[in-house]
């Protein structure tokens, strides 16, 4: 069966190590799209960091963000899909990352180019304080994250050591269950890891369905490469799923195709192979 739709990951899949789309890889996927595929970033990026990537590759379908809770019109910035986070369980979420000493943040305003709110950050923590300056005017400290969230927000997510994080992932598992979805991006070589939390009925997977429903192509049609654990639910609902050579070990274990590494052209090498080929 023909591939007609392809779900991109962004860091570590698209973008190489430097964080760029290379000239083969962008020629690549201009190349499919003029071929008539359709392709579409899904990330665990939050819109406002997502968005520059989709305008620099002129791609025109929306964009899923934040790990499948909130799909935008990158143009317009029409909310297509979005799946909010009680605001209690945000609340409960800011109390677990203030009991273990987590570095605690939350994403809002869903209608606009998304806020980044936060108390504190610890002094160890520079990935995540150059993370929040490159938020520029889109990042805002608050004196008291629990009294802010008084409404639904987009989610709440943490960032940090992996050990402290793999605490805070058991912890909030123990608390919250079922009423939340628990998403882990881990970068084991730089000891970090990013702990995503959103409601329970969203992920890639439900971000990737719902682009494949407006554009009627079943899941076997889908093609999608990915390189973390955050992209596991992406990958088991394509029809046929690829992962990076630079893809994190765990997820490796499930035998997926594996194409060449993001500093490698591995985008390009699987679009060239698969799509351009034909």
Do not use: W
């Not at 009991?99 to 980044?116: F, S």
């Not at 160890?124 to 400290?141: D, H």
């Not at 990737?208 to 955050?230: P, Y």
């Amino acid at each position: 069966m023909p591939i007609k739709l392809l779900a991109l990951d962004i860091d570590g899949t698209l973008l190489n190590s430097q964080r760029q789309v290379t000239r083969r890889t962008s020629e690549a996927i201009k190349l499919a799209v003029e071929k008539g595929l359709q392709v579409v970033l899904v990330t665990g990026r939050r819109f406002h960091a997502a968005r520059p990537v989709a305008i620099e590759l002129g791609l025109e379908l929306p964009l899923v963000t934040h790990n499948g809770a909130l799909t935008k019109d990158t143009k317009t910035l029409q909310i297509l899909d979005y799946h909010p986070l009680d605001a209690t369980i945000a609340r409960e979420l800011v109390e677990i990352g203030r009991h273990l000493g987590a570095d605690t943040l939350c994403c809002d305003e869903p209608e606009g180019e998304v806020k980044l709110l936060f108390e504190t950050v610890s002094e160890k923590n520079q990935r995540l304080q150059r993370y929040i300056e490159a938020f520029g005017e889109y990042a805002e400290k608050v004196a008291d994250l629990s009294s802010y969230i008084q409404d639904s927000i987009i989610q709440i997510f943490y960032s940090g050591h992996c050990s402290l994080m793999q605490t805070v992932t058991d912890k909030i598992e123990q608390e919250l269950g079922d009423k939340i979805k628990l998403v882990q991006t881990v970068y084991q070589k730089s000891d970090m890891t990013i702990v995503d939390v959103i409601n329970p009925n969203c992920s890639k997977a439900t971000g990737v369905e719902f682009i494949a429903h407006r554009l009627g192509i079943g899941r076997q049609e889908v093609m999608a490469v990915g390189d973390n654990l955050n992209d596991l639910d992406m990958l088991q609902y394509a029809g046929f799923p690829v992962i990076m050579a630079n893809a994190e070990a765990r997820l490796k274990e499930f035998g997926y195709q594996t194409t060449l590494s993001n500093d490698e052209d591995g985008v390009a090498e699987v679009i060239e192979r698969y799509i351009l080929s034909d």
